[in-house]
């Protein structure tokens, strides 16, 4: 009896396909579809910095020329200088800004849904999030552009805005865009807290409150640093929304309420005014470069900050 039911379930129990005895066909497959997304991303990375070190290898600008304050890549207007460091600068403190702006509330946001809200709550908030990770980068622009703009333009002379293009404005629209990816991430990694971590602390006379100090933002550090470090990434490669709003004035950044540019906001600015092989070309692959390199060390920040902000 035993031996006829060993053999029916044998019968219905699916089997792996295999080319030969001993060849795992999936396995197989999904190596081979890692090895071609590894390739590509090894062919692209290679491609832009081939073009980014053009600057220097082809056109013989100096490598520390990069690292000049001025902007002057038009040979027709005279002495041509390929300063990068307006663009980083700026790249930097919109970024930064924008992050110190969203952290927090995206933070207190996640915690909300994960921990005090009502599930019907979370069942309303998290669409209303995943709607706004979706919607264009350029809606946002157009906001800040007709609303965000003309106001500081209007009611920003006691803070020294010279116009409502600004840093400033540019960190708060890039603010508003990677709230909800801040949100998101940094709520799955609350979410994935056992609960059982949370029933004991509260067994042993602790709050709510206390729960979520002690035991769950230690636990979910990783998430929480790994959320703001995406988000600044994509505030930083954000081009459109960006160029809207700053102002794109190529000087080194002094004050918030100042016109500033970025590095993507340049780019799309220059592409259309040069052709491939000249070094003002050679200069906008160069900062495509920057943008990587930038990208580069924040994902091996994320894998050091990790390390320590895991639970201990």
Known sequence: ??????????????????????????????????????????????????????????????????FAPVWQPDPTSGETTYGLLPFILGTLGVVSVAAALAAPLSLGLALFMAEVAPPWARRVMQPAMEVFVGIPSVVYGWLGLTVLVPFLAANGKWAG????????????????????TVSSVAYDSFRAVPPDLRTASLALGTTRWQTIRHLLLPASGAGIVTAIVLGMMRAAGEALA????????????????????????????????????????????????????????AVVLVRLLTRRAGPR
């Open 242 to 297: 960006v160029q809207m709003v700053i102002g794109n004035r190529p000087l080194i950044p002094r004050s918030l309420f100042q016109p500033v540019t970025t590095l993507t906001a340049q780019i799309t600015l220059d592409m259309g005014n040069t052709v491939a092989g000249e070094t003002w070309n050679e200069a906008l692959w160069t900062m495509g470069l920057v943008l990587v390199t930038m990208s580069f060390a």
């Open 161 to 180: 805005f010279t116009s409502g293009f600004s840093w400033f404005a540019g960190s708060l629209v890039l603010a508003l865009m990677i709230l909800p």
């Open 1 to 66: 009896m035993e031996s006829d039911i060993a053999t029916e379930m044998a019968a219905v129990r699916p089997e792996r396909v295999v080319l030969a005895p001993g060849i795992d066909v999936a396995r197989r497959v999904t190596g081979a579809a890692a090895t071609v997304v590894v390739l590509l991303v090894g062919l692209l990375l290679a491609f832009i910095a081939w073009n980014g070190i053009a600057l220097f290898r082809h056109s013989g600008v100096p490598i520390l020329e990069v």
